[in-house]
Nanobody, 112 residues
Framework: VQLQASGGGLVQAGGSLRLSCAAS????????VGWYRQAPGKLREWVTT???????NYADSVKGRFTISRDNAKNTAYLLMNNLKPEDTAVYYC???????WGQGTLVTVSS
């Protein structure tokens, strides 16, 4: 399985972006999926997970602003990011947990 992340870009603080993570195979639906991010000079951190059973979890820093979803018919996960802040600036990666597969990352830059 391969993952292709997209949707990053430059946005002003308070704006929104939607990231996509498209999987190459139907095995996508057999795994929980998550998003991580890595800011410049920092370690990669977990952002959110959409479990295979439907439960979602969020890091405290994004709770209430970010929403993860998935469309198994399209083998795609999404991350809707609202009310973006400069501290959300990072490369965002998606991950399929069961196969420990990562997407290539998409850069989100939030200007103040």
């Amino acid at each position: 399985v391969q993952l292709q992340a997209s949707g990053g870009g430059l946005v002003q603080a308070g704006g929104s972006l939607r990231l996509s993570c498209a999987a190459s195979e139907d095995r996508f639906r057999d795994s929980s999926v998550g998003w991580y991010r890595q800011a410049p000079g920092k370690l990669r951190e977990w952002v959110t997970t959409f479990a295979i059973g439907g439960a979602t979890n969020y890091a405290d820093s994004v709770k209430g602003r970010f929403t993860i979803s998935r469309d198994n018919a399209k083998n795609t996960a999404y991350l809707l990011m609202n009310n973006l802040k400069p501290e959300d600036t990072a490369v965002y990666y998606c991950r399929l947990f069961k196969f420990n597969i990562w997407g290539q990352g998409t850069l989100v830059t939030v200007s103040s």
